[in-house]
């Protein structure tokens, strides 16, 4: 178990090996995706790339390569639940059973929601939210028929406070986290402890899909953005992987969201997030307006 990110009895004495473990990312020719790939090879892991983008994802197979790294890719929209279950078969004729699941593709779309079209919207839901159905589907059954397995999903300090010009992407984020929670309580029913789910929550990036985000001054010293993909890449790989954190946050005073949520009445707490910056902080978003 877990309180605010600081883990409970039964995680304290867990640790993962990722030596010769198979690991399958979601959105993994770039960003978090690909910083993760990166920490995980260099732990003698074995990975797998899923991305839509076929240039990006060359890109990243042949750097890779160029390290000495082999690494197995698939060109996949996580949207398309017949290429999702198609390539889940391919991997598990030619390598087994996952070991870990990173569902880390991801997208958003910004402004009013009444501002945005309904394809939009639509998109950014099965993107974000609908996907990860399809991967888990996929790779689920064959965790719990060994009893082991770690499926990771990447959500959002979205998932706890809702964020003027986000609501439809706060929503798919709050959306992961109680999927990812609910089906860590289902294996647990099922008697089968040994596959574990955690969600990540980052604040905004810097750089890349949040470019542009910025909260005040004040906002920037209690909830600070993420400086690199790197970072993110560090917890999942540090925390949730290895040590079995629940729901880490990035960075770790990003739980005291959590902490007020569950102190302040909501009036009290949307005049806390004013003082933040919080209704403010995409009037200069600069990153991927058009959801890419």
């Known amino acids: 178990m877990e309180f605010n990110g600081i883990p409970t009895?039964?995680?304290?004495?867990?640790?993962?090996?990722?030596?010769?473990?198979?690991?399958?990312?979601?959105?993994?020719?770039?960003?978090?995706?690909?910083?993760?790939?990166?920490?995980?090879?260099?732990?003698?892991?074995?990975?797998?790339?899923?991305?839509?983008?076929?240039?990006?994802?060359?890109?990243?197979?042949?750097?890779?390569?160029?390290?000495?790294?082999?690494?197995?890719?698939?060109?996949?929209?996580?949207?398309?639940?017949?290429?999702?279950?198609?390539?889940?078969?391919?991997?598990?004729q030619k390598f087994?059973?996952?070991?870990?699941?990173?569902?880390?593709?991801g997208t958003v779309y910004t402004g009013y929601m009444l501002d945005r079209s309904d394809e939009e919207l639509e998109n950014l839901i099965n993107v974000n939210f609908t996907s990860m159905i399809y991967t888990i589907r996929a790779f689920m059954p064959g965790m719990l028929e060994k009893n082991s397995g770690h499926i990771i999903n990447i959500s959002s300090a979205s998932s706890m406070t809702g964020a003027p010009k986000l609501a439809v992407y706060a929503a798919t984020k709050w959306a992961v986290a109680g999927l990812t929670e609910s089906l860590r309580l289902e294996v647990q029913k099922m008697g089968k402890s040994g596959v574990r789910f955690s969600s990540i929550h980052p604040n905004f990036l810097k750089k890349g899909l949040f470019e542009g985000t910025k909260l005040n001054f004040?906002?920037?010293?209690?909830?600070?953005?993420?400086?690199?993909?790197?970072?993110?890449?560090?917890?999942?790989?540090?925390?949730?992987?290895?040590?079995?954190?629940?729901?880490?946050?990035?960075?770790?005073?990003?739980?005291?969201?959590?902490?007020?949520?569950?102190?302040?009445?909501?009036?009290?707490?949307?005049?806390?997030?004013?003082?933040?910056?919080?209704?403010?902080?995409?009037?200069?978003?600069?990153?991927?307006?058009?959801?890419?």
């Open 218 to 292: 004040l906002g920037q010293l209690l909830a600070p953005g993420v400086k690199s993909h790197d970072a993110v890449a560090k917890v999942i790989v540090n925390r949730a992987i290895k040590l079995g954190f629940h729901s880490p946050k990035v960075p770790w005073i990003m739980n005291q969201v959590v902490l007020l949520r569950a102190l302040l009445p909501s009036s009290l707490l949307i005049k806390v997030s004013s003082l933040y910056g919080l209704y403010d902080m995409m009037d200069d978003y600069k990153g991927y307006k058009d959801g890419r």
């Open 9 to 92: 009895y039964n995680t304290l004495f867990y640790h993962m090996n990722l030596k010769n473990k198979l690991v399958l990312i979601t959105g993994g020719a770039k960003g978090i995706g690909l910083a993760t790939a990166q920490r995980i090879l260099n732990e003698g892991g074995k990975v797998i790339l899923w991305d839509f983008n076929e240039d990006d994802l060359n890109k990243t197979v042949n750097n890779f390569k160029e390290q000495g790294f082999d690494v197995f890719s698939q060109i996949c929209n996580v949207t398309n639940k017949e290429q999702v279950y198609s390539n889940a078969n391919i991997i598990k």
């Open 96 to 105: 087994g059973s996952l070991d870990i699941l990173i569902n880390n593709a």
